[in-house]
């Protein structure tokens, strides 16, 4: 009977352990079901973002182009960014969040393409993220300043910032960054929103003469706000440290045969201007990632 009891206890502990553990979708499993599972973050123009009730953005419209080549169609995991970074791969592609464990995406865009951030360890020398294939970048991304004119005659350096306010988005690399550069001397020209999109709608009222957020954020809201007044800077950033980044896409680490034909469509994409034309048809500068500037 004690015998018994053990199995009996041993069986419902493995069916229990089964049940908690959450089965990345295999390629052939993939196109079998005719479904690419696709996280994005929420509310992020130009990337991704709902519009007249339907997914919208560069992220958006390139995920579905990549699903089409493969035979597939998009269903959109919605992301709410977590902490960090690391919160949002382990919720979406190797582990699950707690409110919805048994969702996990085939593939997360906008993710750094980075092999120092891949190769990061953890307090006791364990890789961050061994679970995850970051690739395919797709695009880089820099800092961007905006101005109004007709409070600003030209923007030609960070240091005009002390005499003049600026928006910025609370808590963002903008805000750290204007607040500490010259020796904090432009941090009480700072005014704080909740948003980049919010920073640049000051801007647009008077409310302050300048914004700081990323470029592809600057161009979007530029482009929607048909003002010629509105303008780019062409300001560097002294003392700020890496200003330009390349972006891609992430899988699990068991699913790479995904990643190989994902990436094989995005080299195609870029090398016939295709990318190219889907960022500028959302008023956006491209730039190519630096795995390509070098070829």
Same mark, same amino acid.
């Given at each position: 009977?004690?015998?018994?009891?053990?199995?009996?206890?041993?069986?419902?502990?493995?069916?229990?352990?089964?049940?908690?553990?959450?089965?990345?979708? #295999? &390629? =052939? $499993?993939?196109?079998?079901?005719?479904?690419?599972? /696709?996280?994005?973050?929420?509310?992020? +123009?130009?990337?991704?973002?709902?519009?007249?009730?339907?997914?919208?953005?560069?992220?958006?419209?390139?995920?579905?182009?990549?699903?089409?080549?493969?035979?597939?169609?998009?269903?959109?995991?919605?992301?709410?960014?977590?902490?960090?970074?690391?919160?949002?791969?382990?919720?979406?592609?190797?582990?699950?969040?707690?409110?919805?464990?048994?969702?996990?995406?085939?593939?997360?865009?906008?993710?750094?393409?980075?092999?120092?951030?891949?190769?990061?360890?953890?307090?006791?020398?364990?890789?961050?993220?061994?679970?995850?294939?970051?690739?395919?970048?797709?695009?880089?991304?820099?800092?961007?300043? #905006? &101005? =109004? $004119?007709?409070?600003?005659?030209?923007?030609?350096? /960070?240091?005009?910032?002390?005499?003049? +306010?600026?928006?910025?988005?609370?808590?963002?690399?903008?805000?750290?960054?204007?607040?500490?550069?010259?020796?904090?001397?432009?941090?009480?020209?700072?005014?704080?929103?909740?948003?980049?999109?919010?920073?640049?709608?000051?801007?647009?009222?008077?409310?302050?003469?300048?914004?700081?957020?990323?470029?592809?954020?600057?161009?979007?809201?530029?482009?929607?706000?048909?003002?010629?007044?509105?303008?780019?800077?062409?300001?560097?950033?002294?003392?700020?440290?890496?200003?330009?980044?390349?972006?891609?896409?992430?899988?699990?680490?068991?699913?790479?045969?995904?990643?190989?034909?994902?990436?094989?469509?995005?080299?195609?994409?870029?090398?016939?201007?295709?990318?190219?034309?889907?960022?500028?048809?959302?008023?956006?500068?491209?730039?190519?990632?630096?795995?390509?500037?070098?070829?």
């Amino acid at each position: 009977m004690r015998q018994l009891l053990a199995v009996l206890c041993l069986s419902m502990w493995c069916v229990l352990a089964q049940a908690g553990v959450i089965k990345v979708r #295999a &390629y =052939d $499993d993939i196109v079998a079901s005719g479904v690419l599972k /696709v996280a994005m973050y929420e509310n992020f +123009p130009p990337y991704s973002f709902i519009e007249d009730g339907k997914p919208r953005g560069v992220d958006v419209d390139l995920a579905n182009t990549l699903a089409k080549a493969l035979g597939l169609e998009v269903e959109v995991l919605w992301v709410t960014p977590g902490e960090t970074l690391d919160d949002d791969l382990r919720n979406f592609i190797w582990k699950g969040h707690y409110l919805r464990p048994d969702v996990l995406a085939d593939v997360m865009m906008r993710v750094p393409y980075d092999r120092e951030y891949s190769l990061k360890r953890n307090d006791v020398g364990e890789l961050v993220n061994e679970q995850v294939v970051m690739f395919a970048p797709y695009q880089r991304e820099r800092w961007q300043s #905006a &101005y =109004d $004119d007709r409070s600003l005659e030209e923007l030609s350096s /960070v240091g005009v910032l002390r005499f003049h +306010p600026v928006g910025v988005e609370i808590d963002s690399v903008p805000s750290f960054y204007l607040s500490s550069v010259f020796n904090g001397s432009i941090a009480k020209m700072l005014h704080h929103y909740p948003t980049a999109q919010a920073a640049f709608n000051a801007m647009h009222a008077g409310e302050v003469d300048a914004t700081m957020a990323m470029r592809g954020e600057i161009d979007w809201m530029l482009h929607n706000a048909h003002d010629h007044h509105l303008k780019l800077a062409e300001n560097a950033y002294p003392n700020m440290g890496r200003q330009a980044w390349d972006l891609g896409m992430a899988v699990h680490e068991s699913n790479r045969q995904l990643a190989y034909a994902l990436e094989a469509q995005v080299q195609e994409l870029i090398e016939e201007g295709g990318l190219k034309k889907m960022f500028n048809g959302y008023g956006l500068q491209y730039e190519l990632p630096d795995l390509y500037q070098a070829q």
